[in-house]
């Protein structure tokens, strides 16, 4: 008979947070200049604002940023102010708990306030790293560096160095993509299948001159005996009460003997095989994509062994978001993350005739949107399984 189907440790919580679209940093540093430049003792202070738009569908986000100092003084007498303005490309890493890694790189124009024959106003290229040390959703340390190479007319068409390091805070806002995160509770499932056993009863003997005392057995091997079983022909491996009778072990309306899943939730809408027809997959995506993470794989495979097995069920995948954020932009996340819990479903051996996804966006919530924990309940992947 089919056993030990846990089918229930597959309903659990998916955590997830959120990326805001904007970023805004403010930054002090210091450029140390080449000396061909003319700047006394090579370099000088500066300031930095950088603007920075984060896109659901790429790791690469446009930045703007002006670059400012104030006073940058000569080898040869007086100081002048320099102002740059930058567009650059963002590439962002995946985060490692609270620290975030990047890398940049773009062009610009420098603007010297008092031109001398050693600076002259150009254009640049630029390429740099950092990293930003998030302390909640929406304010992080910032460090970066940057190395900025000016076209120099004055130099023969060479180019002038600068290196810049500079340290801040930024500043997210705006209603941001979700992104995966680490789940709280690990589960696992087992689907086993053993032979029915036939319970053969044995005919009576008949009597001769001396009667034997009757010795007490277990005939249904239900591990009640024969004297107290109250049920003698429960089928074996079935789990049974004092009495030696079928019980459902996990209250949901099924017997044991015709429960295929005896270990779904207290209070879950089960079917006629005690399976629950509703199961939150607890499924993690890479940042602002609908890529699964790897450590979302032991579950797809254990929900894809449940499908292989019992070929007479149907799923469909439905994605759910919480109500940040605009509608459209919800439904089309919650779109590609169904799609992609099918696609890493089939890839597994789930025939493509059993699987079907639906993206509802931010409706029907389970939980409470005007807070963070019922957010994170509200962002979920739900499996609807259908008896064919």
């Known amino acids: 008979m089919k056993k030990l189907l846990l089918l229930s440790a597959l309903v659990s919580s998916v955590l997830l947070a959120e990326q805001k679209p904007y970023e805004i940093s403010g930054l002090v540093g210091y450029d140390l200049t080449e000396g061909n430049i003319g700047i006394k003792s090579n370099g000088h202070y500066l300031g930095a604002l950088e603007l920075q738009f984060n896109s659901p569908d790429s790791k690469i986000s446009p930045e ?18 320099i102002t740059r303005g930058a567009f650059n490309g963002v590439y962002t890493f995946d985060a490692m708990d609270a620290l975030t890694p990047f890398a940049k790189a773009g062009v610009g124009i420098e603007n010297v306030g008092d031109e001398t024959s050693a600076n002259q106003d150009g254009f640049f290229v630029d390429a740099g790293a950092g990293v930003k040390y998030a302390f909640n959703d929406s304010l992080a340390l910032k460090a970066e560096a940057i190395y900025l190479a000016k076209l120099a007319h004055q130099n023969a068409g060479n180019f002038d160095s600068n290196l810049i390091a500079m340290v801040g805070l930024t500043y ?6 979700q992104k995966a995160a680490p789940v709280t509770e690990e589960v696992k499932e087992e689907v086993k299948e053993e032979p029915k056993q036939e319970v053969v009863k044995e005919e009576p003997k008949e009597e001769v001159a001396v009667v034997a005392a009757p010795v007490d057995g277990d005939d249904d091997n239900d591990g009640v005996l024969n004297s107290k079983d109250e049920c003698p022909n429960t089928l074996a491996d079935v789990t049974v009460d004092e009495k030696g009778c079928d019980v459902d072990t996990d209250k949901d309306g099924i017997l044991n003997s015709d429960d295929i899943c005896p270990n779904t939730p207290v ?52 994605g759910y978001t919480d109500s940040r954020g605009s509608a459209t932009y919800n439904q089309k996340l919650s779109e590609k993350r169904a799609n992609a819990v099918v696609e890493a479903l089939k890839t597994r051996g789930v025939n493509a005739k059993q699987l079907s996804s639906k993206g509802m966006g931010e409706e029907n919530p389970v939980a409470d949107n005007s807070t963070a924990e019922g957010r994170a309940q509200n962002r979920r992947i739900e499996a609807e399984l259908t008896r064919k």
């Open 64 to 81: 703007f940023s002006v670059l400012y100092s104030p006073k940058a003084k000569y080898e040869g007498g007086g100081d002048s102010a």
């Open 172 to 177: 997210a806002f705006g209603e941001g993509a």
């Open 267 to 318: 209070g879950a809408e089960v079917n006629s095989d005690g399976c629950p027809k509703t199961v939150q997959l607890a499924i993690n995506f890479e940042n602002n994509s609908a890529q699964i993470k790897a450590d979302s794989n032991e579950k797809l495979d254990t929900y894809a062994k449940f499908l292989t097995t019992f070929t007479n069920y149907d799923a469909k995948i439905v």
